[in-house]
């Protein structure tokens, strides 16, 4: 047989002894403790899930939920652009399955998101004749939108990710390059949690960002959140994404956002949480990987199983985040994947397509991976006097 040259590299390091993800080893007799119950007592233990997993498809996915997890979070059903496709068209088939799959499994349900610049309808800025829709009309959606989908679940979500991602990384202000902050500015974010607290006055809700371990970015969010309060608004608590590196951020950065956190007396989410293994050149952002393979093979370099001394850095790495977790276990009720297992997660799509990533705890065919043992390590050791 003849392979193609670009397939030959990743033959090479298999044959040298790399875990291939097709030759999983065969489940083990013992049981690995649950995830939710190594961290009782400290805070919940969530993931992201998305269609394969609402119907059951991936049976594997599935097994591991409602093994591991006690919180679920809709990855992607719930956003605007697929619960809301077209003005007063509402899509509920997957989020009212995404519900009652929480309720059978007897596990918190969460709402994401409700405003957000990225994956929101073309519809939803303008008006029929393609003109930019008014400061007014844009609230009437936005109120229309929050009360139909918060109310629709109401008593049935537990919290919801109200805002997502509405300030800046560079400089902490809000992202008035977006329509929503644009055209409403912070009246966008205001409105927003007004009318999911109308809709359903014992949900909780959440202000969610990424890269709050930034001092500057997180200084921003803090300050749309005192903004929050001081309108006499409902806010019950932030969403850190947690979308790391195997070497960023820092732990005393992570350190550093929990103890601000605490601070401004907020209850802490990891909202989001992957270690991505893979190198992130800016310059390739959006690519395709089949496009540029030839170019720099080195962007996927785990295409054939990952080596085990990187086995071992992940591990490592996810057992020092869950040791300051646990310090903060005061702020921090829950702590969600961004996904089950590697096969699910979008860092095989970002930001380069068709990568193979090991961002999460359980394997491609849902082993617990080394990392998996180290978090539950990391996690009973918290729980010692
Ligand atoms: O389902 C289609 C498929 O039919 C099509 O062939 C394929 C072609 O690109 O696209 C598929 O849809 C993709 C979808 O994920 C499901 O995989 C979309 O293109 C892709 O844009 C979408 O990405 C999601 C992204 O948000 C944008 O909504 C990721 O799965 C999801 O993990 C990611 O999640 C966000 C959080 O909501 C907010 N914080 C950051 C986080 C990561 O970006």
New binding site residues.
């Given amino acids: 047989m003849k392979l193609p040259s670009r397939l030959i590299p990743f033959v090479f390091l298999a044959a040298l002894g790399c875990q291939s993800h097709s030759t999983a080893p065969a489940p083990t007799a013992a049981d690995p403790t649950p995830l939710k119950e190594a961290a009782r007592g400290l805070f919940r233990v969530g993931a ?1 899930i ?1 269609a394969g997993q609402i119907t059951g498809r991936d049976a594997v996915g599935s097994r591991l939920l409602a093994t591991h997890f006690d919180s679920i979070t809709a ?2 059903n719930m ?1 605007w652009m697929h619960i809301g496709p077209a003005p007063d068209r509402f899509n509920f088939d997957l989020p009212d399955r995404f519900v009652a799959l929480g309720e059978r499994l007897g596990v918190q349900v969460i709402g ?2 409700l405003v ?1 610049h ?2 929101a309808p073309k519809w939803l800025f303008h008006d029929a004749d393609g003109s930019e829709v008014s400061r007014e009309e844009l609230l009437r959606r936005l109120r229309h939108h929050v009360a139909t989908v918060v109310g629709r679940y109401k008593g049935r979500v537990a919290g919801w990710d109200v805002v ?2 509405a300030i800046r990384d560079e400089d902490g202000t809000l992202r008035t390059d977006k329509p929503w902050y644009r055209i409403l500015g912070e009246e966008a974010v205001f409105a927003a949690f007004e009318a999911a607290h109308q809709a359903d006055p014992d949900a909780e809700l959440y202000y ?1 960002d ?1 890269g709050l371990e930034n001092p500057v970015k997180r200084a921003g969010v803090l300050k749309l959140i005192a903004a929050i309060r001081a309108r006499g608004l409902r806010i019950d608590g932030i969403g850190s ?1 947690g ?1 790391y590196g195997l070497d960023w951020p820092l732990l005393s950065e992570i350190d550093a956002s929990l103890v601000d956190f605490a601070q401004a007396g907020l209850k802490v989410m990891y909202t ?1 949480l992957d270690v991505t293994v893979l190198p992130r050149p800016e310059n390739y952002f959006g690519a395709e990987i089949s496009k540029i393979y030839k170019l720099a093979p080195e962007l996927d370099p785990y295409r054939a199983g990952m080596p085990a001394d990187k086995q071992a850095e992940l591990a490592k790495r996810y057992a020092d985040i869950f040791a300051i977790f646990a310090k903060h276990r005061e702020s921090i009720t829950r702590v969600t994947f ?1 996904g089950i297992h590697d096969r699910m997660s ?1 860092l095989n ?2 930001p380069i ?1 068709g990568r193979t990533d090991y961002a999460l705890l359980f394997d491609r065919a849902g082993e617990p991976k080394p990392a998996f043992h180290a978090v539950v390590e990391a996690l009973q050791a918290a729980q010692k006097p």
């Fill in positions: 992201a998305n990855e992607n956003k994401h998101t957000w990225s994956q997502n991602e969610n990424y994404q979308h989001e961004w979008w799509n970002w397509r």
